[in-house]
Nanobody, 116 residues
Framework: QVHLVESGGGLVQAGGSLRLSCAAS????????MGWHRQAPGKQRELVAT???????KYAGSVKGRFTISRDNAKNTVYLQMNSLNPEDTAVYYC??????????WGQGTQVTVSS
C-alpha cells in the first residue's frame, strides 16, 4: 500500500501562484509514476500532469506553460507549481501514484480556489 497526503491548496487571486505538495509513504519503492488530477464541480476528474520516476513529464494542454510538476525521489514527494492561475483552475486537486503493477493510489484531495 501507498499512502498519499497533499498540502498547499488554498484561495488565490487570478494571476497568482500556488505550490502543491504530495508526500508518499508506505511501499514507496514500488511507485513509478506520480501525478496530479483535478475535479471541478459538475465535471469529471481530469489529468493535470504526471512525472515518471526518471523525470519524464506530461501535461494537460490547458496547463502547459503555466504549471510545472517536479519530484524528489529521496523525499518521496511530488510537487505542482501553479502559476498564472485563472478561475477555470478552481478544483479539488488529487495526488496520484501508480506502482509497477499499474495499481493506482489517490490522496484525499486539496481544494484550490481562484477568484477573479
Amino acid at each position: 500500500q501507498v499512502h498519499l497526503v497533499e498540502s498547499g491548496g488554498g484561495l488565490v487571486q487570478a494571476g497568482g501562484s500556488l505550490r502543491l505538495s504530495c508526500a508518499a509513504s508506505g511501499r514507496t519503492l514500488s511507485v513509478n509514476a506520480m501525478g496530479w488530477h483535478r475535479q471541478a464541480p459538475g465535471k469529471q476528474r481530469e489529468l493535470v500532469a504526471t512525472i515518471s520516476r526518471l523525470g519524464t513529464t506530461k501535461y494537460a494542454g490547458s496547463v502547459k506553460g503555466r504549471f510545472t510538476i517536479s519530484r524528489d525521489n529521496a523525499k518521496n514527494t511530488v510537487y505542482l507549481q501553479m502559476n498564472s492561475l485563472n478561475p477555470e483552475d478552481t478544483a479539488v486537486y488529487y495526488c496520484n501514484a501508480e506502482d509497477w503493477a499499474a495499481t493506482n493510489y489517490w490522496g484525499q484531495g486539496t481544494q484550490v480556489t481562484v477568484s477573479s
